[in-house]
């Protein structure tokens, strides 16, 4: 069964640096996104991309996120300079077409920012 | 503003009990609800979805109800089994776009007893 990937499983970084969370989705999928989840807290959304550019994006995601897809299978999701409270798990989604009855959802990145 | 919350954080079931999920929603126009199960480690997996024009839908063990009057989305496993152990989510559809911009609710811990 074709299923979402993400790399690393957990990324340790100091505060202020850049960190690159990458995804690839299913192969057939059009429509991508990126939800992020703080340590006991509700899964939020962050980005919607769609035909190689954001369709949708939270309060959450400011200047300090950007979103790529560089090639025709990753996706990947940028922060230029981290902060203690970028720490969560970040997980990345695919989907079909629009209104699809379902999301497939990656098993997530966990970042650690120190 | 926009909110999805649950009534139980925990809930602590025997093997072969039904089990009964709540969730209380607050955005009148969504239109698409879901509910996903998470595995400690792993992300948000698909269990079943309604649409606004429905007030109950089954799957396979699965059913969710939909109450658009009070905004209660409820989901009813039954015969509930160990493997059924992990945190359900509820989430709703805020975009009227299509794309899936969803909002968790918090969560609920389903605790199975062999």
């Known amino acids: 069964e074709p299923e979402v990937t993400q790399t690393p499983s957990h990324q340790v970084t100091q505060m202020g640096q850049e960190v690159i969370l990458r995804c690839v989705p299913i192969s057939n999928h059009l429509y991508f996104y990126w939800y992020r989840q703080i340590l006991g807290q509700k899964v939020e959304f962050l980005v919607s991309f769609y035909n190689n550019e954001i369709s949708e994006k939270s309060e959450i995601f400011d200047d300090q996120f950007s979103v790529e897809r560089p090639d025709g299978s990753n996706f990947t999701l940028k922060i230029r300079s981290t902060k203690l409270e970028d720490s969560a798990m970040y997980f990345c989604?695919?989907?079909?077409?629009?209104?699809?009855?379902?999301?497939?959802f990656g098993p997530g990145t966990r970042l650690t920012v120190l | 503003g926009e909110s999805v919350g649950l009534h139980l954080p925990t809930l602590s079931v025997q093997e072969g009990d039904n089990s009964i999920i709540n969730c209380a929603y607050s955005?009148?126009?969504?239109?698409?609800f879901i509910w996903y199960k998470q595995e400690s480690g792993k992300g948000p997996q698909f269990i079943i979805d309604?649409?606004?024009?429905?007030d109950k839908r089954q799957g396979q063990r699965v059913t969710v109800l939909l109450n658009k009057t009070v905004k209660h989305l409820s989901l009813q496993i039954a015969a509930t089994q160990p493997g059924d152990s992990a945190v359900y989510f509820c989430a709703e559809n805020i975009a009227g776009t299509g794309f899936q911009k969803l909002v968790f609710g918090t969560g609920t811990r389903l605790l199975v007893s062999p």
């Open positions: 955005n009148s126009a969504s239109d698409y």
């Open positions: 309604i649409r606004s024009n429905m």
């Open positions: 989604a695919s989907d079909e077409a629009l209104a699809r009855d379902s999301l497939l």
